[in-house]
């Protein structure tokens, strides 16, 4: 069966910074694209950024402006999304999925979830 974990969600103040993590089981991580996508409350889910099995990185939104960046690690079949400078326009529920192939696809291409981790930026 196919997981996918998030973890690192926080409560912080604006401009403060917070690393997100995702682990996967069930699948070869190091052959699997991975991404993150985020949800506010009322709003659509929104796609962030994409890693591809090899470290090439597609941003589906530009809205972070530089802020966010996307890494991997597939010796720990992990996922990492580094935010800094962090503004209550961030608070949102962040979500990680895996792709299906090598490379990112589009975002409305993702079938794999994890349940989410809560990132609350207060002014």
């Known amino acids: 069966q196919v997981q996918v974990m998030e973890s690192g969600g926080a409560l912080v103040q604006a401009g403060e910074s917070v690393r997100l993590s995702c682990t996967t089981s069930g699948l070869t991580f190091s052959h699997t694209a991975m991404a993150w996508f985020r949800q506010a409350p009322g709003m659509e889910r929104e796609g962030l950024q994409c890693?591809?099995?090899?470290?090439?990185?597609?941003h589906y939104s530009h809205h972070d402006q530089g802020r966010f960046t996307i890494s991997r690690d597939n010796a720990k079949n992990t996922a990492y999304l580094q935010m800094n400078n962090l503004t209550p326009g961030d608070s949102a529920m962040y979500y990680c999925?895996?792709?299906?192939?090598?490379?990112?696809?589009?975002?409305?291409?993702?079938?794999?979830w994890g349940r989410g981790t809560q990132v609350t930026v207060s002014s």
């Open positions: 999925a895996a792709g299906s192939s090598y490379f990112c696809p589009a975002p409305s291409a993702f079938t794999i």
């Open positions: 890693i591809s099995w090899n470290g090439g990185i597609d």
